[in-house]
């Protein structure tokens, strides 16, 4: 059975990037536009990574993740944060926050997939 993953970015051109690299890949993706309707979409859905940007409207990512950690089934599943950020601190408080990873926009489709791989064993 193939994995899950939910992408959730503003930008629709990040999200069809990130989805036409996993799909190829063989795995399942779910879409969401921000982190609001990313709470929405995981209800009842079985989901085995998450990869969400930071800067986004109505939730961005770090609340995003703070909110999956705190429901019992996204306690360990990995997240990946991709964004344009690259400052040291953000990416303090994504750890902190619960991220898995991190990669920096503009990303490499096989730079995905490593961290995909990796985290997805």
Request: hydrophobic share 40%; proline share 3%.
């Amino acid at each position: 059975m193939s994995k899950t993953i939910l992408t959730v970015d503003d930008s629709a051109s990040i999200r069809q990037m990130v989805k036409f690299t996993l799909t190829k890949e063989g795995y399942n993706v779910i879409e969401a536009c921000d982190g609001k309707d990313a709470l929405t979409k995981v209800n009842g859905a079985n989901i085995d990574m998450v990869v969400t940007d930071l800067n986004m409207p109505n939730m961005d990512g770090i609340t995003l993740i703070k909110q999956l950690r705190t429901q019992a089934k996204f306690k360990f599943i990995p997240i990946i944060m991709l964004t344009t950020e690259s400052q040291d601190s953000k990416k303090a408080e994504g750890k902190s926050a619960g991220a898995t990873g991190w990669i920096v926009k503009p990303f490499k489709p096989e730079q995905l997939i490593t961290v995909t791989k990796k985290v997805l064993r």
